[in-house]
């Protein structure tokens, strides 16, 4: 069975009232959606409210979600657009507030800060994949359902992520042509 056919089931019984499959559904997914939320808020406090307020909006409208085997792609969504929310709510306290944001920096070599500075380059949509495979462990398979793409546009998305991170690094002077390229 995949896992859009274990999702579909279990959607389905928590449509009925299970509290069981919905914490189950929780489980399975609460870890992706922090990483997703993280791609786009760049705080892990505000990602874990995040994930936490897609999984009630998720409870809340479930009974509106039409194919049960959609649930990863279509939690996914509203995990963005409340992330999204936060982010703007979030600049807009910083700008009236005129203080700076708490910057979560990740500790590390000089070399793991460029690297994580130039993701924090990319587009959002490029960023997530980044964030779901390398910072989260993801599996293509994985990330194919929260993102409801394919594992092969999985791949693509990786592929063109990281030559957009290599330019980054080229740009600013940090990779040399004779450097081992990062798109293998």
């Not at 559904?25 to 870890?31: E, F, N, P, Q, S």
Request: aromatic share 6%.
């Amino acid at each position: 069975m995949t896992t859009d056919e274990q999702d579909g089931q279990l959607v389905q019984g928590a449509k009925q009232g299970s509290l069981d499959c919905f914490g189950q559904l929780y489980h399975r997914y609460y870890a992706s959606m922090v990483a997703l939320a993280y791609s786009l808020l760049a705080d892990r406090h505000l990602s874990e409210d995040s994930a936490q307020e897609a999984f009630a909006v998720a409870c809340r409208d479930l009974q509106n979600l039409r194919c049960n085997d959609k649930f990863a792609g279509w939690l996914a969504g509203i995990c963005r657009n409340v992330a999204k929310q936060m982010l703007r709510t979030r600049k807009e306290l910083i700008s009236n507030d005129h203080t700076p944001a708490a910057d979560d920096k990740s500790e590390g070599d000089g070399v793991s800060e460029t690297i994580r500075r130039a993701v924090w380059q990319l587009a959002p949509a490029d960023r997530e994949v980044i964030v779901l495979r390398y910072y989260n462990d993801l599996s293509y398979e994985q990330i194919a359902a929260v993102l409801g793409i394919s594992e092969l546009a999985v791949h693509g998305r990786l592929v063109r992520s990281k030559r957009k991170i290599e330019k980054i690094l080229r740009r600013n002077g940090l990779m040399k042509d004779h450097d081992e390229k990062i798109t293998k």
